[in-house]
Nanobody, 124 residues
């Protein structure tokens, strides 16, 4: 069982930056790919970014490519999402997820564990 706790959300103006953190209850680097998803009101939860368990490969949704960066610490317990040049359409609850996978999953059903989410609000 992996428990995930997100932090770092908040209110920011358009063009600003935030860094989200996801603390895992186990050392995920040895077994799990980690991902970030988001869900805006009235919309489906969508993929944002993911990183391979080794940290050697990342993938991003087109809507955030070039603005967001996913990374993980060397200890393998924390995953980050650096969000720059934020736009009002980035407003959503952001969820961290872990997948027992050697690839970099991009769909919800491929992830085994989820955090409770953290709210990000971008004002125009």
């Amino acid at each position: 069982q992996v428990q995930l706790v997100e932090s770092g959300g908040g209110l920011v103006q358009a063009g600003g930056s935030l860094r989200l953190s996801c603390a895992a209850s186990v050392r995920t680097a040895s077994r799990y790919a980690m991902g970030w998803f988001r869900q805006a009101p009235g919309k489906e939860r969508e993929f944002v970014a993911a990183i391979r368990w080794t940290g050697s490969s990342t993938t991003y949704a087109n809507s955030v490519k070039g603005r967001f960066a996913i990374s993980r610490d060397d200890a393998g317990n924390t995953v980050y999402l650096q969000m720059n040049s934020l736009k009002p359409e980035d407003t959503a609850v952001y969820y961290c997820a872990a997948a027992a996978s050697v690839i970099v999953p991009t769909t919800r059903t491929q992830y085994n564990y989820w955090g409770q989410g953290t709210q990000v609000t971008v004002s125009s």
